[in-house]
């Protein structure tokens, strides 16, 4: 009888995506959650999905639940009311970080986020090389389809506008596809985060920059949602302006107070 030869012999590599916590917060996605749920998983087999919904009117939850009872790969955070994409993140960043996560994605239900780019999100996280890595439209070879002047000009604009006032290096900064290092999260104080809807893409970079996180940006192509209508408005904009501000004079009254200590 002979040994068996180390290649009969190696183990079965683990699945793409183990340790993985995919976090999709949803709010009127009947039409999205079944499709989106089943690419990511096709994408990434041994990842978690953790879907959280705001007690959708259209039913999301329901359709959610009736996807976790027949995969124990989704699991679902039910919320009695809708109280902003900031606070279904960090809701559902906590209960990924309690599952014991290594690597944690959020991002949209609506398509908009590429399920087929998963892979590339959360390699370099993987490999060791960052701490927080940004699916990114405004890198070289990034880009979005399907959008008129105005949203581009929101958009891009926000994003500018909040690296010269918070003096961040990235190029997109109200984007919402990321791949974060758990124990990066865990370090991050979720207490007094501001947590509005638009903003809270900004505000979260701006806390892993300031602790020191290694930070990457990947090009994507972002589209917009197959179906139901975009929850951007106007007052969220407002909003993304104001906490801006707001984050660099706390920064700055902060460095004061230092010094006054010292």
């Given at each position: 009888?002979?040994?068996?030869?180390?290649?009969?012999?190696?183990?079965?590599?683990?699945?793409?995506?183990?340790?993985?916590?995919?976090?999709?917060?949803?709010?009127?996605?009947?039409?999205?959650?079944?499709?989106?749920?089943?690419?990511?998983?096709?994408?990434?087999?041994?990842?978690?999905?953790?879907?959280?919904?705001?007690?959708?009117?259209?039913?999301?939850?329901?359709?959610?639940?009736?996807?976790?009872?027949?995969?124990?790969?989704?699991?679902?955070?039910?919320?009695?009311?809708?109280?902003?994409?900031?606070?279904?993140?960090?809701?559902?960043?906590?209960?990924?970080?309690?599952?014991?996560?290594?690597?944690?994605?959020?991002?949209?239900?609506?398509?908009?986020?590429?399920?087929?780019?998963?892979?590339?999100?959360?390699?370099?996280?993987?490999?060791?090389?960052?701490?927080?890595?940004?699916?990114?439209?405004?890198?070289?070879?990034?880009?979005?389809?399907?959008?008129?002047?105005?949203?581009?000009?929101?958009?891009?604009?926000?994003?500018?506008?909040?690296?010269?006032?918070?003096?961040?290096?990235?190029?997109?900064?109200?984007?919402?596809?990321?791949?974060?290092?758990?124990?990066?999260?865990?370090?991050?104080?979720?207490?007094?985060?501001?947590?509005?809807?638009?903003?809270?893409?900004?505000?979260?970079?701006?806390?892993?920059?300031?602790?020191?996180?290694?930070?990457?940006?990947?090009?994507?192509?972002?589209?917009?949602?197959?179906?139901?209508?975009?929850?951007?408005?106007?007052?969220?904009?407002?909003?993304?302006?104001?906490?801006?501000?707001?984050?660099?004079?706390?920064?700055?009254l902060g460095r004061l107070r230092r010094?006054?200590?010292?």
């Open positions: 009888m002979t040994d068996p030869s180390p290649t009969a012999a190696a183990v079965a590599s683990p699945p793409a995506g183990e340790g993985v916590w995919v976090v999709l917060p949803t709010y009127d996605e009947a039409e999205n959650i079944k499709p989106m749920a089943a690419a990511i998983l096709a994408t990434l087999p041994g990842a978690t999905l953790l879907v959280v919904d705001d007690a959708s009117p259209d039913g999301t939850g329901r359709l959610a639940d009736a996807l976790a009872a027949g995969d124990p790969r989704i699991r679902v955070r039910h919320r009695a009311l809708k109280q902003g994409l900031g606070r279904a993140y960090l809701d559902g960043f906590t209960l990924a970080l309690a599952g014991g996560a290594t690597t944690i994605v959020q991002m949209d239900a609506d398509f908009s986020h590429d399920p087929g780019a998963l892979p590339d999100l959360i390699g370099p996280v993987g490999a060791g090389t960052a701490d927080l890595v940004i699916g990114s439209r405004y890198t070289k070879g990034g880009g979005v389809v399907d959008w008129g002047l105005g949203r581009r000009v929101v958009s891009r604009g926000g994003s500018i506008f909040a690296r010269v006032v918070l003096g961040l290096g990235q190029n997109d900064l109200t984007g919402g596809f990321k791949a974060w290092r758990a124990a990066t999260l865990a370090a991050l104080p979720f207490d007094g985060v501001h947590a509005g809807g638009y903003v809270f893409q900004i505000e979260m970079t701006f806390r892993a920059d300031r602790s020191g996180a290694r930070i990457r940006e990947i090009p994507i192509t972002f589209r917009d949602r197959r179906v139901g209508q975009s929850k951007m408005s106007r007052r969220i904009v407002v909003e993304a302006l104001v906490v801006v501000v707001q984050l660099r004079a706390e920064e700055l010094r006054r200590g010292s």
